[in-house]
């Protein structure tokens, strides 16, 4: 009577009834292996099927000396199951479920499948040989030996694979810095998964920080018919990475600054970007600026900023009176200072790296050019860096007119946050560096345009052109004309903090 109640109520829909009869069937009765299997499995299917916690537990209530038709049944449920599952909670049940020969094979072998696709190949095996050792069924083993050998069982529907080219052997500041960008790389392909999107593997290769490193790599990752590349990280290892190509892969550094011109499908997340400079023209003439004066660090960087910014403030009506420029490593700046008073421009516009600020601010104050009547000081957007903001005396920045991709209203980019909760939760640590946000924004980007594109690397190329407003997690993200730009928001700098102005 309580076995047809049990299933009377699962036909009714009344999950909660069904288990709980299902459960007062098995402490009443004595009842054989086989038998209690059946009713064990059917509990575990009914608590499934209704949304109910305790799920999982109960199917490792299944005895495994059942029938074999029953441990079938339960193995498979177990499979659908773990297919369901985040990361997170397959390494919390991998560590703490008893080692069950049916049940828990089928959860190591989802996890390992997870952790091969993106790049893990070492704990996929060491799963797979934990599952194989407690004789699951024929069928999973199969899969278990693929995942030993280093292949992704059923690859049917995967949209191809992803490259990693970082310098995983390099020095030790290096290696800690592809670490992060590769966990950015790896939440992207988890996220996308989870939101039931075509899966892609990870296929990473280490520059070990050399270009000869960076050739073999990309060789390696265009014979395994790759649809796109996340790095290297320097302009040097870029240029020797692009370089080597045989075909159209694109590839997208997360932190290299300058991106070798005229080759296709290599862009940079955070290379110098022409929007910058218009919106400080844009800004400076704004702010009724008709004459400046320029002072640049003498950089390939800050010279293709000043290119930039020259065309579009003259464009709008304004005149470059002169163009002053000192070499890295200067600390005094006597001359310059001396021809800037003489000029007596309406605005001093500062392109330099975020390193030579405290440097050149103090300058500014002691030869006297923040005396000039109506001078204004714009800067680039170096000077709203959040690593500027917080390390310069206030003094010298206090005032400036500068620009910014980071909207002052909200952290980082309109992705921010969902990156942040996916981060937190599936390395179970917190996020202390933005640097994976990196990793993660350069993937969803090669991600959405395979997609787009087929799969393919020439697809993928294609595609890559048509993004517009991708609302990443370090900014709100387009490809233009081969860039990766970003949206500037005109700022003054007030007692260390970025204050909006009007456009």
Do not use: C, K
């Not at 080597?244 to 499908?265: F, K, Q, T, V």
């Not at 163009?323 to 500062?350: H, K």
């Amino acid at each position: 009577a309580l076995w047809l109640a049990a299933r009377a109520s699962r036909v009714a829909g009344a999950y909660a009834e069904a288990a709980e009869w299902a459960t007062r069937y098995l402490d009443r009765l004595g009842a054989s292996p086989g038998e209690a299997g059946e009713v064990a499995l059917f509990r575990a299917r009914v608590l499934r099927e209704g949304g109910l916690a305790g799920a999982v537990e109960a199917l490792f209530h299944v005895s495994p000396f059942a029938d074999e038709a029953t441990l079938a049944e339960a193995e498979e449920l177990a499979a659908v199951t773990a297919s369901t599952m985040t990361v997170p909670e397959l390494r919390d049940l991998a560590m703490e479920a008893p080692d069950h020969p049916r049940i828990l094979p089928p959860f190591l072998a989802e996890l390992g499948v997870r952790r091969l696709r993106v790049g893990d190949a070492a704990e996929a095996r060491g799963l797979a040989l934990r599952a194989l050792e407690l004789s699951p069924g024929p069928a999973l083993e199969e899969v278990l030996r693929e995942l030993v050998e280093g292949r992704v069982p059923g690859e049917v529907g995967v949209l191809g694979t992803l490259g990693t080219l970082l310098p995983e052997g390099g020095s030790p500041s290096m290696r800690e810095v592809a670490q992060g960008i590769r966990e950015g790389v790896e939440l992207a392909l988890i996220m996308d998964e989870a939101r039931g999107l075509r899966p892609a593997r990870l296929h990473a290769e280490d520059d070990e920080g050399s270009g000869g490193g960076a050739v073999l790599g990309i060789g390696a990752l265009e014979r395994d018919g790759a649809f796109g590349v996340v790095g290297p990280l320097t302009d040097a290892m870029v240029a020797a990475a692009a370089s080597a190509r045989a075909g159209a892969l694109p590839i997208i550094s997360p932190m290299a600054r300058m991106i070798p011109e005229g080759l296709r499908g290599v862009m940079s997340l955070t290379a110098v970007d022409p929007g910058a400079a218009r919106a400080l023209a844009e800004l400076a003439r704004r702010q009724g600026v008709r004459s400046a004066v320029i002072l640049h660090a003498r950089t390939a960087e800050m010279e293709q900023e000043v290119a930039w910014f020259r065309a579009d403030f003259t464009a709008l009506g304004g005149e470059i009176l002169r163009t002053i420029s000192y070499a890295p490593g200067t600390t005094n700046f006597p001359s310059e200072m001396a021809q800037i008073v003489r000029t007596a421009p309406d605005g001093l516009v500062l392109f330099i790296p975020p390193e030579h600020i405290d440097q050149i601010g103090p300058q500014i104050a002691y030869h006297g050019v923040d005396d000039l009547e109506r001078l204004r000081i714009f800067g680039n957007d170096a000077w709203s860096s959040a690593g500027v903001l917080e390390g310069v005396n206030s003094r010298h920045t206090e005032g400036v007119f500068t620009v910014t991709a980071q909207d002052p209203r909200v952290e980082y980019g309109p992705g921010w946050s969902e990156f942040v909760a996916g981060y937190e939760e599936h390395f179970r640590r917190t996020l202390r560096s933005a640097v994976p946000a990196l990793g993660y924004d350069a993937a969803r980007l090669l991600l959405l345009a395979a997609r787009e594109g087929g799969g393919t690397a020439e697809g993928t190329a294609r595609a890559l052109e048509g993004i517009r407003d991708f609302p990443g997690a370090t900014g709100l993200l387009s490809v233009i004309d081969g860039r990766v730009r970003r949206v500037y928001i005109p700022v003054r700098i007030e007692n260390r903090r970025t204050v909006p102005l009007p456009r």
